[in-house]
């Protein structure tokens, strides 16, 4: 069965800390993996996005790792913010057919 | 450049009437998909159309039904609804491939009474 596993559920970090959350998959055929920050009551804002062959990908504070051997993929945030605390949403898309979502990672950051 | 637009933001219906959901995709975009965020779930796959057509649909019922316009702007339908149809239904855009980044809307929230 296709699917996205993300973990914790849920996260509280002290702003200025580092976090890291995971998410592993089964989907297959794997095309690519994503990864969706979405503020509460908001449309998810695309994070990063790297196809089989990419292992790290960055967009400011925020890298991600895949490992397609081993099917995980893991989302670092350095020096939390605030404005971090959202739901961060890994989605592995099924080479052409479809998206598979994960049930996300709440992010809490607080002061 | 604006993004992806949907109407109405709320929408409060009762069991078994129905439901229409309108969104825009960013222009230039032709693959318009919709997706079901249940409180406390994930986001699920309703419908994906691209070039008016029905490319792949989710483990939906018929009652979830749409259609994308020349102008590739789409509807969703919801019939009969039920009470846990009540949902963020969000529709994203992209240009043209599954495989491409999607952009998302805002969300329609549906509630059924």
């Known amino acids: 069965k296709n699917q996205v596993e993300q973990s914790p559920q849920s996260l509280i970090i002290l702003e200025g800390k580092n976090c890291t959350l995971q998410?592993?998959?089964?989907?297959?055929?794997?095309?690519?993996l994503r990864w969706y920050k979405q503020d509460t009551g908001r449309g998810p804002v695309s994070l990063t996005i790297?196809?089989?062959?990419?292992n790290t990908k960055s967009n400011g504070r925020y890298t991600a790792t895949l490992d397609a051997d081993t099917k995980q993929s893991s989302l670092h945030i350095t020096a939390s913010q605030l404005s971090d605390s959202a739901s961060y949403i890994c989605v592995v898309s099924q080479a052409g057919t479809a998206l598979i979502f994960g049930k996300g990672t709440t992010l809490s950051v607080s002061s | 450049e604006a993004g992806v637009t949907q109407s109405p933001t709320h929408l409060i219906k009762t069991r078994g009437q129905q439901a229409t959901l309108r969104c825009s995709p960013i222009?230039?975009?032709?693959?318009v998909y919709w997706y079901q965020q249940a409180l406390g779930l994930g986001l699920q796959f309703l419908l994906w159309?691209?070039?008016?057509?029905?490319?792949n649909r989710g483990n939906f019922p018929p009652r979830f039904s749409g259609r994308q316009f020349p102008n590739y702007s789409s509807e969703l339908n919801v019939n009969a609804l039920e009470l846990e149809d009540s949902a963020l239904y969000l529709c994203?855009?992209?240009?043209?491939?599954?495989?491409?980044?999607?952009?998302f809307g805002p969300g329609t929230r549906l509630t059924v009474l």
């Open positions: 994203a855009s992209s240009l043209g491939s599954i495989i491409g980044e999607q952009f």
């Open positions: 790297m196809t089989f062959s990419e």
């Open positions: 998410c592993n998959y089964t989907v297959s055929p794997f095309s690519n």
């Open positions: 159309y691209d070039e008016g057509e029905e490319r």
């Open positions: 222009s230039g975009h032709t693959s």
